[in-house]
């Protein structure tokens, strides 16, 4: 039995037990794939077989009775065959051509909204945030929902020059792919940690505190009755490390931390080699619930590259194209001395980057 067949229980069972029959007879010869409209994608194989997707938008974190509506949808079309993609799409896998307008009305009468694909906006990646981590300086899935909410126009349409993919990470660790994004959100702290030392004592063990700081910053603190630490704030880079060790040491500074946007990054090989994002905003403070400063920042950019790129531009091309000051100028972005990395500086410190510049 397939019981007396596992080898272990631990992890998940083989990805190949979920593919649909016609995704498992193809494998590793499929042809080609084209989209058929926003959100429809069609993939066909070397034997002629084919299978459609519909792509449509979920919230990311999805309620019990959302999920079971999904899987019932799929029951009722795709013999239940679906899939998130890693941009916390979902997306439809019909095997059966007939079944594709039944399914595309359905979803319409639901309210589902498909898109996410080609010249489009699709879901944001993004990483933890409050809730979940310890180390961000921003909020994750307020940011993203914010700002998607009023990118939604470009999600279920392909009215921009290319695909454009926007990513959050809520801290410099970059969980998130912000290094090569289009549009990167990136939570930034401004400060070093914050020591209780009455907990501290109480709390952390004081070599494993000291040996978790990559940059040797911190040191015991000079005054032994106190048994605690000191941070050498000029080697300080705010990575969080030491409040992985030491919950005395917390990071986050509600006035202190914010948003600072990238822009031109991409992981594609196609027309230009992969590029990294670089820095566009240095700081937007934290405005929660909605952010609207940075959603106003965000939707100015994607405005701007809409009407100014070449059909198949990233932004990334388009800002190579035109220039970095013109790039700024457009989007009435000011220039400061925070967008100039100064390695001289790294002789004597590790502080070269922005966030260090305030
Ligand atoms: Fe945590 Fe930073 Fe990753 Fe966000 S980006 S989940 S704060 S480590
Ligand atoms: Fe060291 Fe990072 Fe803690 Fe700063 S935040 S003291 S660099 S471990």
Partial sequence: SEEAERITDIGPPHYSKFLPPVVKDN???????????PGILRHVAESGDEIFSIRVASPRILTTLQARDLAEISDKYCEGFMRFTSRHNFEFLVSDKS????????LAQRGIPKGGTGHSITNIVHTQGWIHCHTPAIDASGV????????FEYFGSHQLPAQLRISLACCLNMCGAV?????????????????????????????????????????????????????NEERCM??????????????????????????????????????FSRLAVPYIPNNPPRWPETVQAIRKIVIK??????????????????????????CDIPFTFQHIDDYRWAYDTYRTSMHFKF
């Avoid at 494998?27 to 794939?33: A, L, P």
Wanted: net charge neutral.
């Fill in 27 to 37: 494998y590793g010869k499929w042809k080609y794939h084209e989209i058929l409209e």
């Fill in 99 to 106: 079944k594709l307008e039944p399914l595309k009305a359905e």
């Fill in 144 to 151: 993203v929902k914010a700002v998607m909410d009023d990118l």
């Fill in 179 to 231: 290094h090569c994004s289009d549009i990167a959100i990136l939570g930034v702290h401004r400060t070093p940690p914050h020591i209780a030392h009455d907990k501290l004592r109480h709390l952390c063990e004081i070599p494993t505190t000291i040996a978790s700081c990559p940059t040797g910053a911190i040191r015991p603190h000079p005054d032994k009755s106190i048994k605690s630490v000191v941070v």
């Fill in 238 to 275: 705010y990575c969080g490390n030491c409040y992985t060790m030491c919950p005395a040491m917390p990071l986050f500074d509600a006035e202190k931390g914010g948003v600072a946007l990238l822009v031109g990054g991409k992981v594609s090989n196609a027309v230009n080699p992969p590029m």
């Fill in 305 to 330: 590259y809409a009407e100014g790129a070449n059909k198949w531009e990233r932004v990334g091309e388009w800002i190579q194209r035109i220039g970095w000051e013109k790039f700024f100028e457009v």
